[in-house]
């Protein structure tokens, strides 16, 4: 699914980013997030779960980067999500807190798809 697509059906605000793998000669990205799930809108409050761990697959990536260049991802809430098109697909950026008093990290993805695994 091209990534304005897939990320105009979801809500990341407040869940968290648990885990990042990158695969760059596989051009593939991975993104262990606990899901708000209830923040969903085709959530089913009896029959569903509220969070859920989940795996955003990214393929196509041809850039990862991080501001700043060195951290590590430790359950970080995703404060905003920024979605760019261009011609191959399109840019992610994550807006996500860096812990108390810490400020914040920035995940920029260049990719073209992304969905669910």
Do not use: C
């Not at 859920?52 to 990862?64: D, H, K, P, W």
């Not at 840019?91 to 108390?100: C, D, H, K, M």
């Amino acid at each position: 699914m091209t990534l304005s697509d897939f990320f105009a059906g979801i809500d990341l605000h407040d869940s968290m980013i648990e885990q990042v793998i990158y695969k760059k000669s596989a051009e593939e990205l991975l993104m262990i997030i606990d899901l708000l799930n209830w923040r969903q809108s085709a959530y089913k409050e009896e029959q569903e779960a509220e969070n859920l761990i989940r795996t955003l697959r990214f393929t196509g990536v041809t850039s990862y980067k991080t501001d700043p260049n060195i951290f590590v991802i430790d359950s970080n809430d995703i404060i905003e999500t920024r979605i760019e098109r261009s011609a191959g697909g399109g840019r992610v950026t994550f807006i996500l807190s860096a812990g108390f008093g810490s400020g914040v990290i920035e995940l920029n993805i260049e990719a073209e798809h992304a969905e669910w695994q």
